[in-house]
């Protein structure tokens, strides 16, 4: 986190959230996993063909360490890990749908515009 406190004014929980989530990958990262019940690194790194596996790694490791998603290893060789939204992650999944229709309207009005000029 940014900042130690955020109780400066209500503003400040969009400011936190948007910490949380924000930037190029997390909310596409968090989309994904919020389509089905785990995804491997590999699979995320498909979906996603322009992250790099550096930055890839970076984002799901804040995102586990502010508890929005959780890596599981398993003890197997060779070794096997998966990501998943955690239960406070899941409370995202409206707000990325949402994200989603939005952006879809959004993508529509660029090209309406794109038109009109």
Known sequence: ???EDYS???GCAVEAAIEAIG??????ILYHL???EFKRFNELKRLMPKITQRMLTKQLR????????????YAEVPPKVEYSLTAFGQTLQPILHAL???GGQYLEKL???RFAV
């Open 1 to 3: 986190m940014k900042h």
């Open 8 to 10: 400066c004014s209500f």
């Open 23 to 28: 930037g190029k990958w997390k909310g596409v």
């Open 34 to 36: 919020s389509t089905a």
């Open 62 to 73: 804040e995102l586990e360490k502010d508890g929005i998603v959780l890596r599981t290893v």
């Open 100 to 102: 989603e229709k939005w």
């Open 111 to 113: 090209a309406d515009h």
